[in-house]
């Protein structure tokens, strides 16, 4: 079975780092609204990412200095906002028009390097590395077992701008036997809670941390989905 685990890591970032995340992460929001509004014309909302990627990548590739990997990556955050709002008009829930304003970005491993003590990412103006502030390696947190842990592969990470700091989410998954994967939780939470301290993100001690398990195969949704005029009253 696949397990996933989602470490959230604060970034130490020199100022003028900081200000070329800002900007590619205004960017990269405008290029996943710009895909939502594409998505949300006519009667039918398209939820195609192949469809999408042909249908605005030059517009956004035009319009904005995202490198063609951040470009796809909003292309897929607005396509699966879309999905997951036709998926509740299905079951006859409401759902509005996504609109993206958090301060987020997502890089995989194509737009990211990802080393033991210190992350790369692409911005703007070509890419900058940002140290990890982690606590003590020989220490057992959250850090020391998914994030140092060989048995997890590193797939990606999302980028979040809160209170003055960076943060990088950083998406893990590894193949375990179901026997020791079920641990007997109920939750289907995979990001591993973390607080602040001055100097560093620490781990919350005696949290459980609770699990969830995915099957390695995913369906994909349909390329056309529920009409703009279907009662989701």
Known sequence: MEVRRTVPVKLDVADSDAALLHETISEFLWAANYVVDHAWQGDYKITSKAELQRETYDDVRAETRLQANLVQNARNKAADAVQSVVARWKQGDYAGK????????????????????????????????AEYVLPDESRETPYSEYLFNDDYEVTGGELHYRDGEFYLHVRTKAEMESETADDG???????LGVHKSEALVQPIRNLRF????????????????????????
Not at 110 to 126: E, Q
Not at 185 to 191: A, E, I, L, Q, S
Not at 210 to 233: E, F, I, K, Y
């Open 185 to 191: 939780n109920d939750g289907h939470r995979t990001v």
């Open 210 to 233: 609770l699990r969830t398990l995915t099957s390695a195969s995913r369906t994909s949704p349909s390329l056309r989905q529920v009409p703009s005029g279907t009662d989701r009253s």
């Open 98 to 129: 996504p609109h993206f304003s958090a301060p987020t970005l997502v890089y995989d491993k194509r737009c990211a390097t990802f080393n033991d003590d210190h992350v790369t990412l692409s911005t703007v103006d070509g890419r900058i590395t």
